[in-house]
């Protein structure tokens, strides 16, 4: 765990699909066990911007150079603004930026990279 200039802290995550660093939400003592996390993004999706096809067909969660972590799923469009990225059986709720993608894209593959500075890990018991 590493805080940074604005007090939150950070941690870097392991996953089956990849690690990437993101802020802690939880209890400092949580850091460094195995838990169960939501992801929170606070990026919007945004076609040919942040988000594009897929170069592989695996989940995935990556960090990128610059500050990014890259998150590779099934885009699902909820139809209401909204979006949910299937990572692994894990979710990831996303707002669309306008102009929304095309509904061609719903259920394919894709990669959304994102700011890491807008992704949070939320800890929580089953």
Do not use: K
Not at 16 to 36: I, L, N, Q
Not at 61 to 84: K, N, S, W
């Amino acid at each position: 765990m590493r805080q940074v200039a604005d007090g939150r802290a950070t941690v870097r995550v392991r996953s089956e699909v990849g690690t990437a660093v993101a802020f802690w939400c939880g209890e400092p003592t949580g850091v460094g066990r195995e838990h169960h996390v939501e992801w929170t993004v606070e990026e919007d999706v945004a076609w040919g911007v942040n988000t594009r096809p897929a170069s592989s067909f695996s989940p995935g969660v990556d960090e990128e150079e610059g500050g990014r972590i890259a998150f590779r799923g099934r885009l699902g469009l909820t139809g209401d603004g909204g979006a949910m990225l299937e990572v692994a059986g894990t979710h990831i709720l996303f707002d669309l930026a306008n102009p929304p993608p095309s509904t061609a894209v719903d259920g394919t593959w894709v990669e959304i990279s994102v700011e890491r500075n807008t992704v949070s890990l939320w800890p929580y018991l089953l």
